[in-house]
T-cell receptor, first 114, second 113 residues
Framework: AQTVTQSQPEMSVQEAETVTLSCTYD???????LFWYKQPPSRQMILVIR??????QNATENRFSVNFQKAAKSFSLKISDSQLGDAAMYFC???????????FGTGTRLTIIP | ETGVTQTPRHLVMGMTNKKSLKCEQH?????MYWYKQSAKKPLELMFV???????ENNSVPSRFSPECPNSSHLFLHLHTLQPEDSALYLC????????????FGPGTRLTVL
């Protein structure tokens, strides 16, 4: 069975600094997708970034980037120039190509210190 | 309205009540999902509808009954729930392609007394 592990229940970072959230996953599949979702206090789950496993290049979206290490089954999220609006729960998720099921980790609560 | 909407946002019900949660997506997607989010647990996939056909029922108790009348609307009918069913219920939608990114609604916070 596929599992997603987020080993940091809580993280905090000073505003304008950089923070990295960790995620590891376990799978025997070779074709899959990885996602980071953000859930602010409003509860809406918002897609932050997506990575296709067949792509070696790490995905980036403005201040958000990932470090995808396929052999190590690691998928960390780096947030640069942290802003107060980045405060939220961050969930790592995994999906096999062509399968509807998203498997989520337990989340990391990120606090931004002004 | 844009994206995925859910009503109501909050619901309190007794164990003998019958209620329904509604989800509507305005993204032109063809797949819709119900998830349950409980404290300190990963999101649990409950049901998947693909082109209005249920393609997954993740061992969900029969007191939860989904309905998908068309590709834009999804309901979750609730009856004789238990206090442990109290949770945030999230709806999501996606376009069934290889990438298949899911977009979520704001959720319904359900409390069962």
């Amino acid at each position: 069975a596929q599992t997603v592990t987020q080993s940091q229940p809580e993280m905090s970072v000073q505003e304008a600094e950089t923070v990295t959230l960790s995620c590891t996953y376990d799978t025997s599949e070779s074709d899959y997708y990885l996602f980071w979702y953000k859930q602010p206090p409003s509860r809406q789950m918002i897609l932050v970034i997506r990575q296709e496993a067949y792509k070696q290049q790490n995905a980036t979206e403005n201040r958000f980037s990932v470090n995808f290490q396929k052999a190590a089954k690691s998928f960390s999220l780096k947030i640069s120039d942290s802003q107060l609006g980045d405060a939220a729960m961050y969930f790592c998720a995994y999906k096999i190509l062509g399968n509807e099921k998203l498997t989520f980790g337990t989340g990391t609560r990120l606090t931004i210190i002004p | 309205e844009t994206g995925v909407t859910q009503t109501p946002r909050h619901l309190v019900m007794g164990m003998t009540n019958k209620k329904s949660l509604k989800c509507e997506q305005h993204l032109g997607h063809n797949a819709m999902y119900w998830y349950k989010q409980s404290a300190k647990k990963p999101l649990e996939l409950m049901f998947v509808y693909n082109f209005k056909e249920q393609t997954e029922n993740n061992s969900v108790p029969s007191r939860f009954s989904p309905e998908c009348p068309n590709s834009s609307h999804l309901f979750l009918h609730l009856h004789t729930l238990q206090p442990e069913d109290s949770a945030l219920y999230l709806c999501a939608s996606s376009q069934v392609t290889l990438t298949d990114t899911q977009y979520f609604g704001p959720g319904t916070r359900l409390t069962v007394l």
